[in-house]
């Protein structure tokens, strides 16, 4: 979403942790403190609140460790009704493009469903008209075995090991259709659709209620905010379940 107005206000009251000169503050500190250790202070760069103690905890100096200064009714009610209209506007269009996507990813789940389910079934009777084939091969075998004819007892010594390649490659075939595991993939498709509509319903509704009731009156931007928030962190967690469960590999849960 690109920067406006808004968020350069916003921007401007950002509160930085690293106190006392920023960067060069900081390092200046963790210098102090090691010159501290090799001076026969050994519990000095220890000493709570010390650089050292702050660089143990794993301080970010990177944006992410920044504060951020949070909306609130007050904020709106101090913004004219058309910056609050544009900034509802645009949140809705980034919102629903989130809430769009878990539509489509229900739709590609169907498919890839079909897909797994019209694989399961071609494989089966592949399966079943190559067993019968076997069996058909054995029933051969005994017959041409039993016979006295010259020509035929040529065609015994041949025909049984034609049987045993044939065994063998359907033992192949078997196990393709097992690494293939079309069936439980087609079930967590399905399970992937149904997570994705109750996703898209669930966060459909919360803007109906939350938001285009209260036009652009301030609590609408701000439960905007608060829902934006919510289908990003939605449309994680539902993508990382579906990867999950979708895996060509993955097992039947």
Known sequence: MPITDNDDHQLRRLKPT???????????????????????????????????????????????????????????????????????????ANYHAIVNDFLKLASAS?????????????????????????????????????????????IAIFLPVATAVYAAFLAILSNLESLENYLSRAQHYRQARETSLNAFRELEMLWHVYVRPFSDTPVACVNAANLYRRAVAKDQEVRGQIMEKTSPRSEPS
């Open 18 to 92: 690293a106190q006392s000169g920023g960067i060069d503050g900081h390092n200046a500190r963790l210098e102090r403190a090691t010159d501290q250790k090799g001076s026969g202070h050994p519990h000095a760069a220890d000493a709570p609140g010390s650089a050292r103690q702050h660089s143990k905890r794993g301080t970010s100096l990177g944006p992410e460790s920044a504060e951020l200064a949070e909306q609130n009714d007050g904020y709106w009610g101090s913004r004219s009704p058309d910056e609050r209209q544009a900034y509802i506007t645009q949140l809705d």
């Open 110 to 154: 169907v498919d890839e469903f079909r897909n797994m389910t019209a694989g399961h079934l071609k494989s089966r009777r592949q399966m079943i008209w190559a067993t019968g084939g076997l069996a058909a091969l054995n029933i051969l075998v005994t017959f041409v075995t039993s016979q006295t004819d010259r020509h035929l007892r040529v």
